[in-house]
């Protein structure tokens, strides 16, 4: 069984602004890790996956993480918000075998300021 | 490729009434996942189907959901005598294992279920 653990429930930062959201995981396997971007009223829209290699992933509108094995984290950070960044973030597991279901953190509220 | 849609996008029904969602993968794709959002939390895993097998429930699917898939194409999620602890989001999403690489869950827009 897989658990994710997002230490801040609400962000806000000012736009131009650098961000980083926190994400701690918990797992008895290996585990693909996600970030997932959520904007009001809609589904959920992938960020960047993290599967092997290079520990650090870069994703789409600026963003990046890095995922560090010894810690299980996989921190976010984008090194400048736009307004248009204001959204709802999760981070989510899944284990490698069949099936890969994803398990989610309670998601970080991230609300850019002018 | 016009993504993964749900029908509908929001549902109002009272409270013992029965309500029954779809969901269209995406057309190529042969896993199609459900998992429900209460307000303020994370999306929790419902029930995945690997073409027209359903191969895992979660403890969250009481005997009152169930979900069928029965061509390996569209997916649908029926909630029987709904109480107000049903109100949510439902999110549908979807896969194709290619060589392994089925990690990638595409999700549509969800429907709003409020139970009053």
Redesign the interface.
Same mark, same amino acid.
């Given at each position: 069984a897989q658990s994710v653990t997002q230490l801040d429930s609400q962000v806000p930062v000012f736009e131009e602004a650098p961000v980083e959201l926190r994400c701690n995981y918990s797992s008895s396997v290996s585990v693909y890790l996600f970030w997932y971007v959520q904007y009001p009223n809609q589904g959920l829209q992938l960020l960047l996956k993290y599967l092997s290699g290079s520990t650090l992933v870069k994703g789409i509108n600026g963003f990046e993480a890095e995922f560090n094995k010894s810690q299980t984290s996989f921190h976010l950070r984008k090194p400048s918000v736009h307004i248009s960044d204001t959204a709802e973030y999760f981070c989510a597991v899944s284990g490698r075998a069949a099936g890969n279901k994803l398990t989610f953190g309670g998601g970080t509220r991230v609300l850019v300021k002018p | 490729d016009t993504g993964?849609s749900q029908d509908p996008r929001h549902k109002i029904t009272k409270r013992g009434q029965n309500v029954t969602f779809r969901c269209d993968p995406i057309s190529e794709h042969n896993?199609l996942?459900w998992?429900r959002q209460t307000l303020?939390?994370?999306?929790?895993?419902l029930t *995945?189907f690997q073409n027209e097998a359903q191969?895992?429930k979660s403890r969250l699917l009481s005997d009152r959901f169930s979900a069928e898939r029965p061509k390996g194409s569209f997916s649908t999620l029926e909630i029987q005598r709904t109480e107000q602890g049903d109100s949510a989001m439902y999110?549908c999403?979807s896969?194709f294992p290619s060589g392994g690489s089925? *990690?990638?869950?595409?999700?549509?827009?969800?429907t709003?279920l409020t139970v009053t």
């Amino acid at each position: 069984a897989q658990s994710v653990t997002q230490l801040d429930s609400q962000v806000p930062v000012f736009e131009e602004a650098p961000v980083e959201l926190r994400c701690n995981y918990s797992s008895s396997v290996s585990v693909y890790l996600f970030w997932y971007v959520q904007y009001p009223n809609q589904g959920l829209q992938l960020l960047l996956k993290y599967l092997s290699g290079s520990t650090l992933v870069k994703g789409i509108n600026g963003f990046e993480a890095e995922f560090n094995k010894s810690q299980t984290s996989f921190h976010l950070r984008k090194p400048s918000v736009h307004i248009s960044d204001t959204a709802e973030y999760f981070c989510a597991v899944s284990g490698r075998a069949a099936g890969n279901k994803l398990t989610f953190g309670g998601g970080t509220r991230v609300l850019v300021k002018p | 490729d016009t993504g993964v849609s749900q029908d509908p996008r929001h549902k109002i029904t009272k409270r013992g009434q029965n309500v029954t969602f779809r969901c269209d993968p995406i057309s190529e794709h042969n896993r199609l996942y459900w998992y429900r959002q209460t307000l303020g939390q994370g999306p929790e895993f419902l029930t *995945y189907f690997q073409n027209e097998a359903q191969l895992e429930k979660s403890r969250l699917l009481s005997d009152r959901f169930s979900a069928e898939r029965p061509k390996g194409s569209f997916s649908t999620l029926e909630i029987q005598r709904t109480e107000q602890g049903d109100s949510a989001m439902y999110l549908c999403a979807s896969s194709f294992p290619s060589g392994g690489s089925d *990690y990638e869950q595409y999700f549509g827009p969800g429907t709003r279920l409020t139970v009053t």
